[in-house]
């Protein structure tokens, strides 16, 4: 009778497939903990991102306020508004009511992106329209003027309208009116 290593040599020189199988290890693959902990991370990641932007949870974790975007107001040297509202016209026909208007950069600084945020009322007060109306030119040097036109019908016949300036992607911004004063009107008369 033949030993088993002999028994071995002959299905290898007769090329049996029992021979490969029996003498074929098993190992177990190696954990990758790299890769594990990458999909953790990643699938942690997208799950944070939709909480941050279904919720308001980025908005109370985080110390954002509307005192962070005050540096982005435009200062003037002598303290005062840096946006001059110059002329302001306004058009009612029926339910719509046109406006348009001038505002002058009174800072030292260029101003970019200045939005006209006109709120206007019919005389029942309910459905108020807010139209952001960019002025033009873009950027407003020192001194320089810019215009905003806007024309909305309201459901009902308008009865009051509101303006405030802001910055596109900022804080509002604030103006000094001087539209309807005459030249002579802080003097008194002789």
């Known amino acids: 009778m033949p030993s088993p290593e002999e028994e071995l040599a002959e299905e290898h020189e007769a090329g049996s497939p029992d021979f490969l199988i029996r003498n074929t290890e098993y190992s177990k693959p190696k954990l990758d903990y790299r890769r594990m902990a990458a999909g953790i991370f990643a699938g942690l990641a997208i799950v944070a991102i939709a909480v941050f932007s279904v919720t308001d949870l980025a908005a109370i974790l985080l110390p954002m306020d509307d005192r962070y975007l005050e540096v982005l107001i435009p200062r003037t040297e002598d303290g005062s508004e840096p946006l001059i509202l110059n002329e302001l016209n306004h058009v009612l026909l029926e339910n719509t009511l046109s406006v348009t208007g001038r505002v002058t950069n009174h ?10 945020v006109i709120t ?12 952001e ?4 030119p873009e950027t407003l040097e020192p001194e320089e ?5 806007m024309s909305v019908t309201l ?36």
Not at 107 to 116: H, Q
Not at 120 to 131: E, H, K, S, V
Not at 145 to 149: C, E, K, R, V, Y
């Open 120 to 131: 206007a009322r019919d005389t029942t007060g309910r459905f108020p329209a807010t139209l």
């Open 133 to 136: 109306i960019p002025v033009d």
């Open 155 to 190: 459901r009902q016949k308008p009865d009051h309208y509101t303006i405030r300036f802001k910055l596109a992607a900022g804080p509002f911004v604030p103006h000094k009116d001087e539209h309807n004063l005459s030249p002579n009107a802080d003097s008194p008369e002789d």
């Open 145 to 149: 003027s810019g215009t905003f036109s």
């Open 107 to 116: 800072s030292s600084n260029p101003v970019e992106n200045v939005v006209a």
